[in-house]
């Protein structure tokens, strides 16, 4: 392992995955266009810096997982907490994060459009789905 002196020098390293993790706006003109990375998959919220990044990041062959799907497992678990927490069935839902992902890079070829965007139309899509409920119980 080697340890570098800072983000600059990261970014600058041949690595294979570039993991944003706790530090929003991460990614911007200067990161992106040294960036040697191949795969950008991290925790960190609001990774890209502003709208235009993730064709930057498409430009240049290096596969982004978008942020909201990447760290999504934290929000499944509150949401199971809602119904009292279920380690297996929180789990379950978790492991669908693999398959949503590889359907968002599946939507990005086909439509030819970056991995950010392709996952926030597959949100619109279940949004909008959602929204032709009539009703939805919420118990009690």
């Not at 990161?31 to 709208?51: F, M, P, S």
């Not at 596969?63 to 909201?68: E, F, G, I, Q, R």
């Amino acid at each position: 392992m080697e340890v570098v002196a800072d983000a600059r020098a990261l970014t600058d390293s041949d690595i294979d995955v570039y993991a944003p993790c706790a530090l929003g706006g991460a990614l911007d003109d200067d990161t992106v266009e040294r960036l040697r990375a191949k795969i950008v998959c991290g925790g960190a919220n609001n990774q890209l810096a502003h709208v235009g990044v993730e064709k930057q990041l498409a430009d240049r062959g290096i596969l982004y997982a978008p942020d909201y799907v990447v760290n999504s497992g934290g929000v499944i678990q509150v949401a199971d907490e809602i119904e009292g927490f279920s380690m297996d069935r929180a789990r379950a839902k978790a492991t669908q994060i693999f398959d949503t992902t590889l359907k968002i890079f599946g939507i990005a070829a086909e439509e030819g459009v970056p991995p950010a965007v392709a996952a926030d139309r597959l949100a619109e899509r279940r949004m909008s789905e959602v929204g032709r409920i009539r009703g939805i119980w919420l118990g009690g």
